[in-house]
């Protein structure tokens, strides 16, 4: 089925160790986005592209990079995890006519 | 600044009963609102968006809102619970041309009593 595939589902960090969190779509989106879970907060957005090429910060971006090299893929990188980016993370893409389609999410322990 | 406001982080109600679930934003434009639905240990699911057509959008399982800009509110309700409504609740907004910036607010968990 189309939609918005991310990997790991899971995954156990220790602090300052690095990681690529993956991001797939295939419904040819110009959009893409990176959200982060936590309790009680709702989702806060971490980065976001307009297309390839094009990546720009949203209101938590701190510890994170990202790079749109190409319209399917928009990976999330951990520089070095620290405990407070503990959290569930989103990947989601729309093509701006309808609503954004997110992924199942990838749930982040850092120990 | 978009931000946006659910009234209640917790509702229960009924199976067969209507619920209402509350959401108040704060926009500078003209905005998108969204109504998303989580279920446990899973994705987002897009109930419904209003962009400026008409105010009251049906949208999937039998939920509406209704935009009404004097009250800056945009409530989510359904005639009649059901079991599998047991889920949270996400009220969003954007103001980008593009949509490409959504504030969520925090989730209100819905409880269906049987």
């Known amino acids: 089925n189309a939609g918005v595939t991310q990997t790991p589902k899971f995954q156990v960090l220790k602090t300052g160790q690095s990681m690529t969190l993956q991001c797939a779509q295939d419904?040819?989106?110009?959009?893409m986005s990176w959200y982060r879970q936590d309790p009680g907060m709702g989702l806060r957005l971490i980065h976001y592209?307009?297309?390839?090429?094009?990546?720009d910060q949203g209101e938590v971006p701190n510890g994170y990079n990202v790079s749109r090299s190409t319209t399917e893929d928009f990976p999330l990188r951990l520089l070095s995890a620290a405990p407070s980016q503990t959290s569930v993370y989103f990947c989601?893409?729309?093509?701006?006519?309808?609503?954004?389609?997110f992924g199942s999410g990838t749930r982040l322990t850092v120990v | 600044a978009q931000s946006v406001t659910q009234l209640d982080s917790h509702v229960s109600v009924s199976e067969g009963t209507p619920v209402l679930l509350r959401c108040n934003y704060s926009s500078s434009y003209s905005p998108s609102l969204f109504w998303y639905v989580q279920h446990p240990n899973k994705g987002l699911q897009l109930l419904l968006k209003?962009?400026?057509?008409?105010?009251l959008v049906k949208g999937i399982n039998g939920f509406e809102a209704e935009f009404k800009k004097s009250e800056t509110s945009f409530h989510l309700t359904k005639p009649s619970a059901h079991m599998s409504d047991a889920a949270e609740y996400f009220c969003?907004?954007?103001?980008?041309?593009?949509?490409?910036?959504?504030?969520f607010g925090t989730g209100t968990r819905l409880t269906i009593i049987p």
């Open positions: 969003v907004v954007s103001e980008s041309f593009g949509n490409e910036k959504l504030t």
């Open positions: 592209s307009v297309g390839a090429g094009i990546t």
């Open positions: 209003y962009t400026s057509a008409a105010t």
């Open positions: 989601a893409s729309t093509n701006r006519v309808n609503g954004y389609t």
């Open positions: 419904m040819n989106h110009e959009y």
